[in-house]
């Protein structure tokens, strides 16, 4: 079965910077389309980041959008998500997923996810 785990989650204060990593193994295809999730205590959980190819088309939520970058690097079987400008309400746990259609990641149901990484910022 598909297997991702997140990894790089702290605790930081408002205007510092976090890396996530996902590493990812044992799919059944060999290409497919990452991305990034995230749920607060309360909230739905929502769309952060996507991407195809490591130099690829990117989306982006317009809650991250300019702080957020994420990239892939499929020799390491990796996606990233560098996140600066950390602000109190980017507190969530953070998944990453991957699909093999663009419109189900988008539509916020990939086929794959991880367990999670929590990510806090205080003010």
């Known amino acids: 079965q598909a297997r991702l785990v997140e990894s790089g989650g702290s605790s930081v204060q408002a205007g510092g910077s976090l890396r996530l990593s996902c590493v990812y193994s044992?799919?059944?295809?060999?290409?497919?389309?990452v991305g990034w999730f995230r749920q607060a205590p309360g909230k739905e959980r929502e769309g952060v980041a996507a991407?195809?190819?490591?130099?690829?088309?990117?989306n982006y939520s317009e809650a991250v959008k300019g702080r957020f970058t994420i990239s892939r690097d499929n020799a390491k079987n990796t996606v990233y998500l560098q996140m600066n400008n950390l602000r109190p309400e980017d507190t969530a746990m953070y998944y990453c997923?991957?699909?093999?259609?663009?419109?189900?990641?988008?539509?916020?149901?990939?086929?794959?996810w991880g367990q999670g990484t929590q990510v806090t910022v205080s003010s």
């Open positions: 997923a991957a699909d093999r259609s663009w419109a189900t990641m988008l539509a916020g149901r990939p086929n794959a």
């Open positions: 044992e799919f059944t295809y060999i290409t497919f389309f």
């Open positions: 991407i195809d190819t490591p130099s690829g088309p990117r």
